[in-house]
């Protein structure tokens, strides 16, 4: 096996002025400095920390200070949700699901998830914001990590390439997905969200709480808007490590809209939550979540 030359990596770079200046990850040139010719297997934590000591040992060969732990906590959420698209990109081709894209939303401050939606609704959307606004009430959302949509019409045939390893051209496929849903998406043809976390501390925990809600709440208002009792949009927590019961109690939390109309039944703002310790773990969650399989955890 050929050692690595760490002194050309390009995984971290500096920035900021000469006197001050700092250490940056550059998370996909890690990504494909590690895996640009396979896939990873094995523990999801034994990958991460694999990307982690690349990135150190990247940084000190070239002089350069090693990245905090804040910068590889942020920067391990990304690569564990490239991990999740990748596998979810192979997932459904594998399972022959023609009509499903399983698509890694960005940050909300690059692209609104409610910037995927055809006119129609977008413009419910705007009506809703504005009449919200008359209250001093603002319509706040952060973007699910993961959107589950089914609607054939969106599905290429490039979708249905496999992805073989992480070179920089196929991460790029797989987190650049969210592209082809925009102004595209019937408002029914959302199935489901998924807020994905490296660990569920406390104000994680509340944070896809939070996440479940507003989508459910936002999700309620379109049926009610388009009368239609049947659609039903689900929400899922997924965690890279063991769940406690903490966790599984904290998440029992019921959506806030079901519970103030005495009509609609009382329902959870987070319908499940999934511990992703393997490779293995990331598929099993979709066979749950698709009605592929019974949930066994």
């Given amino acids: 096996m050929i050692e690595f030359d760490y002194s050309k990596s390009n995984s971290v770079e500096l920035y900021g002025p000469k006197k001050k200046q700092k250490t940056r990850i550059k998370p996909y040139f890690a990504l494909a400095e590690v895996f640009g010719k396979i896939l990873p297997t094995g523990t999801i934590k034994e990958n991460l920390d694999?990307?982690?000591?690349?990135?150190?040992?990247?940084?000190?060969?070239?002089?350069?200070?090693?990245?905090?732990?804040?910068?590889?906590?942020?920067?391990?959420?990304?690569?564990?949700?490239?991990?999740?698209?990748?596998?979810?990109w192979n997932y459904r081709i594998k399972e022959n699901l023609s009509e499903v894209l399983i698509v890694k939303m960005p940050n909300v401050s690059s692209f609104n998830f409610r910037r995927i939606f055809e006119e129609k609704?977008?413009?419910?959307?705007?009506?809703?914001?504005?009449?919200?606004?008359?209250s001093n009430v603002r319509l706040i959302t952060s973007n699910p990590d993961l959107l589950i949509v089914e609607q054939e019409k969106l599905v290429l045939e490039e979708h249905n390439i496999p992805i073989s390893c992480l070179?920089?051209?196929?991460?790029?496929?797989?987190?650049?997905?969210?592209?082809?849903?925009?102004?595209?998406?019937?408002w029914d043809s959302l199935k489901a969200g998924i807020g994905v976390k490296t660990s569920l501390r406390p104000d994680r925990r509340l944070q896809v709480v939070h996440e479940g809600n507003i989508l459910k709440s936002l999700f309620a208002h379109l049926k009610m808007r388009h009368w239609d009792r049947e659609a039903a949009f689900k929400y899922f927590g997924a965690s890279s490590e063991m769940i406690t019961g903490a966790d599984d109690d904290a998440l029992q939390t019921a959506a806030t809209h079901t519970i103030v109309n005495v009509n609609s039944l009382p329902e959870r703002a987070v319908d499940g939550l999934f511990s992703l310790l393997t490779f293995e773990d990331i598929e099993k969650m979709f066979d749950v979540i698709l009605k592929r399989k019974a949930h066994h955890q």
């Fill in 50 to 88: 694999k990307l982690e000591q690349h990135t150190k040992n990247a940084a000190l060969a070239q002089g350069m200070m090693v990245p905090n732990s804040q910068a590889f906590s942020n920067t391990r959420g990304f690569w564990f949700e490239v991990f999740i698209a990748v596998y979810a």
């Fill in 167 to 186: 070179d920089t051209q196929s991460i790029m496929k797989a987190v650049n997905l969210y592209k082809v849903l925009e102004s595209k998406c019937h």
């Fill in 121 to 134: 609704t977008d413009k419910m959307l705007k009506q809703l914001e504005l009449s919200l606004l008359k």
